[in-house]
């Protein structure tokens, strides 16, 4: 089998309502999809979600990349030796993570139809379905009780607040989201590096009857000594996301014992392949993982669901960046029932978009 031709194909797609975190609001995704194509007639899709303050791409940057370096790269050789071709490019992968993952989901997508199986299967297939969270960006307290209502009667099981910009309210958001919500509804806090050890501290202290389950990125991540402090005060486990951005900060995070768990996003550490090698140094220091996304295309979201359930120490899926998205090509990659994420069982990523 060799590939014959790669098109790219960039997709602007407005989100149904604009959201706040600590450091920027989103009103729109901009996604890139590559197309693989072969002798054998078999097409392999990939997608990529970049976000500069996260993987210092634009949309622009990653055509570029994918036209003078993927493309000269891949045309002619032999999809199905992806670790070959991985191993070539993985030096790219700092400032191009993204448009890496891409690449490596579309690969992987191929190897999948051309044995005719799901993805998650040929890496592992632990489980076969994920509960996910889904998101409340910063709101005030009534938009975000109201809103809390709302993903509740749609069936989810988990809410994941975004906070990071005053932790009095934060404090006051999270305690009155109990009061209204009870018991049975699991909450996870993300401060998008928005605290100091101190005020990370005392929103802990203070919300302690909450019973948050994970406290995520609390402190800057150019100072991951700072979550190393944060992880030593709380009872509560403290989650890495923007501090892990690749293979060697796993590991740095690992030995120094900062973290409890850690937060993979395909797009920020360049695709499924990295994503296994990180997940495999989180295990060995006895670390739990999350799965997260951008604001992803649906097709992004299956590449992370099928690593996701390919993995026992994946414990934790933060897969709801495409529920969103106006206009995306790729709607029905994955399957949403009550909270639940599931593939959709065809081959490889399970889904061709509609591009």
């Known amino acids: 089998m060799k590939i014959t031709s790669v098109e790219i194909i960039p997709v602007e797609m407005n989100l149904k309502e604009p959201y706040t975190i ?6 729109k995704a901009h996604n890139i999809f590559i197309k693989l194509s072969t002798n054998e007639k078999i097409t392999g899709f990939g997608c990529a979600a970049p976000d500069f303050p996260v993987t210092n791409e634009t949309p622009e940057t990653v055509i570029e990349f994918t036209k003078s370096v993927i493309e000269p790269m891949i045309i002619g050789v032999d999809p199905l030796r992806f670790m070959l071709h991985h191993e070539k490019i993985r030096n790219f992968i700092a400032g191009n993570s993204s448009a890496v993952a891409m690449l490596d989901m579309a690969m992987f997508d191929i190897l999948g139809k051309k ?25 005030p307290v009534e938009e975000t009780l109201a809103r809390a209502d709302e993903f509740i009667a749609d069936g989810f099981k988990i809410l994941k607040i975004k906070g990071g910009l005053n932790v009095d309210h934060d404090i006051e958001r999270m305690i009155k989201l109990r009061e209204k919500i009870g018991k049975q509804i699991l909450l996870r806090f993300d401060a998008n590096q928005g605290y100091t050890v101190e005020q990370s501290i005392k929103f802990v202290e203070k919300t302690r009857n909450v019973k948050i389950e994970i406290l995520e990125q609390p402190t800057p991540k150019g100072e991951p000594d700072l979550l190393g402090r944060v992880t030593g005060s709380v009872h ?5 996301d923007e501090s892990l951005m690749n293979l060697r900060d796993a590991f740095r995070l ?7 768990t850690v937060n993979v996003k395909l797009m920020k550490v360049g695709g499924i392949n990295e994503a296994l090698q990180i997940n495999a140094v989180a295990k060995s220091a006895g670390l739990e993982v999350m799965v997260g996304c951008m604001d992803e295309s649906a097709l992004a979201i299956s590449a992370g669901l099928h690593y996701a359930l390919a993995r026992p120490n994946v414990e934790y899926a933060d897969l709801d960046g495409h529920l969103d998205l106006i206009g995306d090509p790729a709607n029905g990659a994955v399957i949403l029932k009550d909270g639940t994420l ?12 509609n591009l």
């Open 254 to 260: 690992a030995r120094k014992e900062l973290v409890d």
């Open 22 to 27: 600590a450091y920027e609001t989103v009103g």
């Open 236 to 240: 509560i486990p403290v989650m890495a």
């Open 342 to 353: 599931y593939p959709t069982n065809n081959p490889g990523l399970g889904f061709d978009p």
């Open 115 to 139: 044995a005719q199986i799901p993805l998650y299967k040929i890496l592992g297939g632990f489980r076969d379905r994920m509960k996910t969270s889904v998101t409340i960006g910063i709101l």
